[in-house]
T-cell receptor, first 115, second 111 residues
Framework: EAGVAQSPRYKIIEKRQSVAFWCNPI?????LYWYQQILGQGPKLLIQ????????DSQLPKDRFSAERLKGVDSTLKIQPAKLEDSAVYLC?????????????FGEGSWLTVV | GQNIDQPTEMTATEGAIVQINCTYQ??????LFWYQQHAGEAPTFLSY????GLEEKGRFSSFLSRSKGYSYLLLKELQMKDSASYLC????????????FGTGTQLKVEL
């Protein structure tokens, strides 16, 4: 079974530029997540989708971050304009359902460096 | 608020046993996940405890005490490939499938 796919793996941009990350979840997984993991910390949830609807985006910095999952499968996370503190790994993840306790499977992440 | 505590680093010897502790203070606690994360790779699922007690899965076991807000991950017969970060995460109720992660415990296995 294919895992969660993400691209690009690595990106270096200057501050105030924009960047977009793409994610394809495990086939059949209705719930998709974007996490931010800063070096030395645990992942922090940015946004959670159920099919193509947003379940939780309470920790998404909406002035600069946006995400969509238009057809309920692939998702894109965008940052515009980027700040130095956005340097992190952006992990996409998916689970079969949104009920508590469903195992969340992570992609390998997109590494962002803002200079 | 939500608070998950685990040691930052641990070192152990190949072939030995190591216990990684995790304490949590959360509202709406449902269960406790453990993930393994090698440097530069995705976190991978190890275990999930909902009920009190010990669950064994090969060389890895995980324990939960809901009344004490405490969990541990036990790794037996340590191998060099077990060198990784081990993330403790609380699964929360209250809508959605929310995980609150600790900062991770970096385990180094030495010869």
């Amino acid at each position: 079974e294919a895992g969660v796919a993400q691209s690009p793996r690595y990106k270096i941009i200057e501050k105030r530029q924009s960047v977009a990350f793409w994610c394809n979840p495990i086939s059949g997984h209705a719930t998709l997540y974007w996490y931010q993991q800063i070096l030395g910390q645990g992942p922090k949830l940015l946004i959670q989708f159920q099919n193509n609807g947003v379940v939780d985006d309470s920790q998404l910095p909406k002035d600069r971050f946006s995400a969509e999952r238009l057809k309920g499968v692939d998702s894109t996370l965008k940052i515009q304009p980027a700040k130095l503190e956005d340097s992190a790994v952006y992990l996409c993840a998916s689970s079969l359902a949104r009920t508590a306790g469903n195992t969340i499977y992570f992609g390998e992440g997109s590494w962002l460096t803002v200079v | 608020g939500q608070n998950i505590d685990q040691p930052t680093e641990m070192t152990a010897t190949e072939g030995a046993i190591v216990q990684i502790n995790c304490t949590y203070q959360t509202s709406g606690f449902n269960g406790l996940f453990w993930y393994q994360q090698h440097a530069g790779e995705a976190p991978t699922f190890l275990s999930y405890n909902v009920l009190d007690g010990l669950e064994e899965k090969g060389r890895f076991s995980s324990f939960l005490s809901r009344s004490k807000g405490y969990s541990y991950l036990l790794l037996k017969e340590l191998q060099m490939k077990d060198s990784a970060s081990y993330l403790c995460a609380a699964s929360l109720t209250g809508g959605g499938n929310k995980l609150t992660f600790g900062t991770g415990t970096q385990l180094k296995v030495e010869l």
